[in-house]
């Protein structure tokens, strides 16, 4: 997950569980679904998602953000037809 996000990647908890092995904590809902989407073989498919997602932050520097936060994404990946997903939001 580190280098994954350029800039932002200093902005992800990053965590060690008690055998060692790095672990990271929800940074975003986006890039595990167009990784699930490169991954998988998915036809047409339009979802939501709504789920806590965690910023290492200093919250008294940025006025506004928080650490821990609610993330909702909508989602349409595949071919319809030409504003027909639009029409539909």
């Given at each position: 997950l580190t280098g994954k996000y350029g800039e932002?990647?200093?902005l992800i908890y990053d965590?060690?569980?008690q055998g060692g092995e790095m672990l990271a904590l929800r940074y975003d809902l986006t890039v595990p679904f167009a990784?699930?989407?490169a991954v998988n073989a998915v036809g047409n498919i339009k979802r939501?998602?709504?789920?806590k997602v965690y910023r290492r932050?200093?919250?008294a520097l940025s006025r506004g953000r928080y650490r821990e936060f609610y993330q909702c994404d909508f989602d349409i990946a595949g071919s319809y037809g030409r504003m027909v997903p639009d029409s539909e939001c």
């Open positions: 932002d990647s200093k965590l060690a569980d990784r699930f989407l939501y998602h709504i789920g932050d200093q919250p």
